[in-house]
């Protein structure tokens, strides 16, 4: 049960690292010209491979939801919380950044709308970050819970 909380806590502190990347560049990039931000944009190539450990994160909070679900009911709760949170980055990231990703290639091209393509990959970008981030703390929160009785407040 331990390696099945530490590899949730893992997984879904290593998916916040992308997201969290592009949350803090935004001020910077926001206002970079075409095609300074074109070429900043080169620097991504390759982070789709974070899709594994996005669905690994999901997929280890689900499994520590159904592991507690019996003995922790609110440690459960809180893994199911913060798999539905990276569920839904993943919606706003399908909404708002892919296309955006697929309207550009990629940012090799930059259409007479990229400004407007720029706004909604950053702040869907953003979007995600905060939601891992929350996720993050259920995930979090979940290992810290004891069993009822050993903590002076449980989740809701």
């Known amino acids: 049960m331990m390696l099945l909380r530490l590899t949730a806590l893992a997984l879904t502190a290593l998916i916040l690292v992308p997201s969290g990347a592009h949350l803090f560049e935004l001020p910077r990039k926001i206002g970079l010209d075409r095609d300074a931000y074109s ?37 459960a709760r809180a893994a199911l919380i913060a798999s539905i949170l990276i569920i839904l980055s993943n919606a706003v990231f399908f ?6 990703n697929q309207a550009t290639v990629n940012w090799t091209q930059t259409p007479d709308n990229w400004e407007t393509l720029r706004r909604q990959w950053e702040y869907g970008h953003a979007v995600t970050a905060l939601l891992v981030f929350v996720a993050l703390l259920m995930t979090g929160w979940a290992l810290i819970q004891g069993h009822p009785g050993q903590n002076e407040r449980a989740f809701p």
């Not at 996005?54 to 689900?62: E, K, P, R, S, W």
């Not at 909404?95 to 955006?100: S, T």
């Open 39 to 75: 070429a900043v944009q080169q620097i991504y190539a390759g982070w789709a491979f974070f899709a594994v450990p996005i669905l690994g994160a999901v997929l280890a909070n689900g499994a520590l939801f159904i592991a507690e679900r019996r003995l922790r009911p609110p440690a």
């Open 95 to 100: 909404l708002w950044v892919f296309p955006a």
